[in-house]
Nanobody
Framework: VQLQASGGGSVQAGGSLRLVCAAI????????MGWYRQAPGKQRELVAE???????NYVDSVKGRFAISRDSAWNTLYLDMDSLKPEDTAVYYCNFRDSVRTFWGQGTLVTVSS
């Protein structure tokens, strides 16, 4: 599976962005899908995930501000980000998983200025 992430950009604090991750040639049985981020000098962290059962999990720092969703064909993953804060600044990566493999998108930069 090839993943293409888009939607990053530069916004002011309090603004919104929608990240999109499109799967190309998705011939695998994807189970879980998620968004990760990596800020400068920090480790990559899980921001939000949606499981095969449709359960959604978020890191505490984004609860109530971010929403993860996917299309019905499980080919496109979204992350709606509201009330953005400077500490949300990072490269965001999408992630699709099946029972044995993990696929990563190329990353999209989100910059939030105060």
């Amino acid at each position: 599976v090839q993943l293409q992430a888009s939607g990053g950009g530069s916004v002011q604090a309090g603004g919104s962005l929608r990240l999109v991750c499109a799967a190309i040639k998705n011939s695998f049985s994807i189970t879980d899908m998620g968004w990760y981020r990596q800020a400068p000098g920090k480790q990559r962290e899980l921001v939000a995930e949606i499981t095969a059962a449709g359960n959604r999990n978020y890191v505490d720092s984004v609860k109530g501000r971010f929403a993860i969703s996917r299309d019905s064909a499980w080919n496109t993953l979204y992350l709606d980000m509201d009330s953005l804060k400077p500490e949300d600044t990072a490269v965001y990566y999408c992630n699709f998983r099946d029972s044995v493999r993990t696929f990563w998108g190329q990353g999209t930069l989100v910059t939030v200025s105060s």
